[in-house]
């Protein structure tokens, strides 16, 4: 039932024991004399109320809860396709098609009308053992396929704050990011550039809305990117952000309530820990 909800394989279940009672029953009927086919043609008319009738709870159940399709198998390491290896991906491509096929199929039923549901569903169906099968097939193809080593490379702190030095710390042309905090008026945004040859070009930008009590940034421009590692154990990095602090007020506000803010020392720091990962040691 790979292409049944969960929850909707008892109705499924019942459609087919239903319909299995009608297939005896219309057994029988080619046997039965005379006298007793008009009962069993009665029983068989009623089975087939009940299990149009099922067949419709079962199209209601299938739009109610979409099937969530359960999550291919692991992969290996991507190889390309020059790989003198098994390549999986058009195993891989197979489910991924299979697998829009009944997501097609259950939106289908969603907007189909009651004489189309019952052939829907009976679709639906089908696709369970196909997915299944292709699935299986996926599977076989990744254990025959060999388990690339991981390669690891260990880079040395040091070599790292090398190149923080050279790129941003001891840097002496413009910073190659920069941070601008300033406003529309009364509303406050935050601006992130990058250098180009001319000169910086914006890359993303933050609006801040309102600050609290009328405050608002008014031309706070980032002077310094820094990252340095702390030779503590474990290792830290910090990442800092100077601020030009020697200009007008960095922060008015428009209360007549509170003081505008003029920042002698303005900036931003984080700091991340680096661990060993216990199972690589």
Known sequence: MAGIPIECRALQTRIDDLTE??????ESLRHAGPTQKPAIIQEIRALNVTIAQTTNELAQCIIAHPEQLPAPPPTRPEITKD???VDCRPFQARLDDLKRQLRNLQEELKHASPP????????IR?????IAEAERALARCLQTRPVLPIVTKVIRLDFLQR??????NNRQDRPLFKLLLDNTGDNSFI??????PYAYT???????????YGYYFNDINSSKISLNFDTVQPAQLTFRIDFET???????TSSTFFHDMDFKEFFIAIKATFVADSPLG
């Open 21 to 26: 009672q009608r297939d005896s029953l219309q």
């Open 83 to 85: 790989d003198p290896v």
């Open 116 to 123: 189309q549901k019952p052939e829907i569903v009976k679709e």
């Open 126 to 130: 089908g696709m369970g053992p196909i």
């Open 163 to 168: 190149k923080f030095d050279e790129f941003f």
């Open 191 to 196: 601006d992130a550039s990058f250098i180009d």
């Open 202 to 212: 914006s890359i993303g930008r933050s609006d801040q809305g309102q600050l609290d």
């Open 246 to 252: 020697g200009g007008g007020i960095e922060m008015p």
